[in-house]
């Protein structure tokens, strides 16, 4: 099961705070598919490490892995007497990992744990009678009372390197020795983008949440209590004389370093190596947290899918809170297309406008008005009478002359008041400025009083009779 739950009815727990795993969906994944996890993860360690084809398919487990010191005849007798003593199984040492054998092993680092303070833990061997007693209780099941006395700390402390030792293969298996490899050369870059000496913690500590993400879960299991002892031990090296470095010196050879090779073989990595599970106990509390990414993938794939789930997560996505989130997400969905709606609306108003005004301050012609009208065609498109500030129109350059002065005033305004009794209301482009304000004054021309028409024609008949009472003048003076 991926996690357990408790039902507890009693109203004083009630206040206290639920503790919320957020690495939930990150392992519901792992658990149920673990295909598409193990492609996610693994292509965010390529993009961290440069892995070669065939290292890419020894980690993804599609080739064996070439480890070093294969082909060596060199140390061939001391390969095989290790591997002669392997053959040795019991129910929990020289086993493959399983869920039985870490829980027996957990008592003795339940036991190391209440005692960090011996000097020289890990490093100083224990009476071999002692633990081969405890080796047997172990391998047969028995329950043991470490806290009777009948053991001492070194005792614990080396059967447990004993265990580690004697798996078939190291805790970080093969398959991963050569990422380990390339996750000790990450290394910051300078500003031209060379290659600097110092390591690249923060690139580090990512690669390792990735890889150990993809460990086999016994194995993960065993190395998270590990590399927290190691830590709590490495806290307490004023006591015990044990700092990180020693403490990877004693494990590096177990958990790390393939088998069935020597130091000999390991001679240009075995630094490496060593700096490697140097690392892992100084940072251990921060590598088996997935990284935001992961666990925000992981999160959309399931909450983001319409597949069915299993009832592993007790019904968490058709909780009340769940099937309000698809009304909630429409209701949002309708909101941004409101928004964008009224958004479009408004850009094309405004553009509206700016057409407008660019037609009416437009030179008068038969273009503008034919533009005009068709803006008055549609009961939404913008007018005069809008919003939109209205330039006003040219005045036309009137003539000076003698022969225009008795045109306007005799011919031109009988002919436009005539137009001004037939249409009530004049179009809007022939409308002129002076009219404007007459509308304005007496409201329409169909409204003058007979009073100002005969004043009007009373005028018009007195200018008449003078200018021709001029021109007579004129004539009479020239002859």
Not at 236 to 246: E, F, G, I, L
Not at 432 to 442: A, D, G, I, R, Y
Request: proline share 6%; glycine share 4%.
């Amino acid at each position: 099961a991926i996690c357990n739950f408790v039902i507890c009815n009693d109203s004083s727990l009630r206040s206290q705070p639920i503790i919320f795993n957020p690495d939930f969906f990150v392992e519901k994944l792992r658990h149920e598919k673990p295909e598409v996890f193990t492609e996610l993860v693994v292509s965010n360690i390529t993009r961290l490490i440069d892995l070669p084809g065939a290292e890419l398919a020894q980690l993804m487990g599609e080739e064996d892995p070439k480890l070093p010191g294969a082909n060596s005849t060199a140390s061939g007798f001391f390969r095989s007497l290790m591997s002669l003593k392997r053959k040795e199984k019991g129910v929990v040492f020289g086993s493959p990992l399983t869920e039985e054998g870490i829980a027996q092993v957990s008592q003795l680092i339940e036991y190391l744990h209440k005692n960090l303070r011996a000097e020289g833990l890990f490093r100083v061997p224990g009476n071999s009678i002692r633990q081969q007693i405890l080796k047997d209780a172990l391998n047969s099941g028995t329950d043991i009372d470490l806290d009777s006395g009948d053991f001492h700390s070194n005792d614990v402390a080396t059967l447990l390197k004993m265990f580690l030792g004697e798996l078939p293969e190291p805790l970080l298996t093969h398959k991963h020795f050569h990422a380990h490899l390339k996750i000790a050369d990450l290394t910051l870059f300078d500003e031209k983008g060379n290659k600097t000496s110092t390591p690249d913690k923060e690139r580090q500590i990512e690669a390792l949440q990735l890889l150990f993400l993809i460990l086999p879960a016994p194995n993960r299991s065993l190395l998270k209590l590990l590399l927290d002892l190691l830590y709590q031990t490495a806290k307490k090296q004023d006591k015990n004389k044990m700092s990180a470095h020693n403490l990877a010196l004693m494990f590096a050879p177990h958990i790390l370093w393939p088998r069935n090779v020597t130091a000999n073989d390991l001679q240009e990595n075995i630094t490496k190596l060593n700096n490697g599970v140097t690392f892992m106990i100084k940072h251990s509390q921060k590598l088996f947290k997935a990284p935001a990414y992961i666990r925000e993938c992981a999160r959309l794939h399931y909450l983001g899918s319409r597949a069915h789930t299993s009832k592993d997560d007790l019904d968490l996505l058709t909780s009340p809170s769940s099937k309000e989130l698809q009304p909630l997400k429409s209701q949002k969905r309708s909101r941004l297309d409101t928004c964008h709606q009224e958004e479009t609306q408004q850009r094309t108003e405004e553009a509206l406008k700016e057409l407008f005004r660019h037609v009416h301050n437009m030179p008068d012609s038969a273009k503008k008005k034919k533009l005009i009208r068709q803006f008055n065609k549609h009961p939404t498109a913008l007018t005069p009478g809008s919003d939109v500030p209205t330039s006003p129109a040219p005045r036309r350059t009137r003539s000076r002359s003698f022969s225009g002065l008795i045109k306007r005033k005799v011919l031109g305004t009988p002919v436009i008041l005539e137009r001004k009794s037939r249409d009530a209301t004049p179009e809007p482009e022939r409308v002129s400025k002076e009219n404007v304000h007459l509308l304005q004054k007496c409201g329409s021309p169909a409204h003058m009083s007979q009073a100002k028409l005969k004043s009007l024609e009373g005028r018009k008949e007195e200018s008449c009779r003078r200018m021709r009472a001029h021109l007579l003048s004129k004539d009479s003076s020239s002859l």
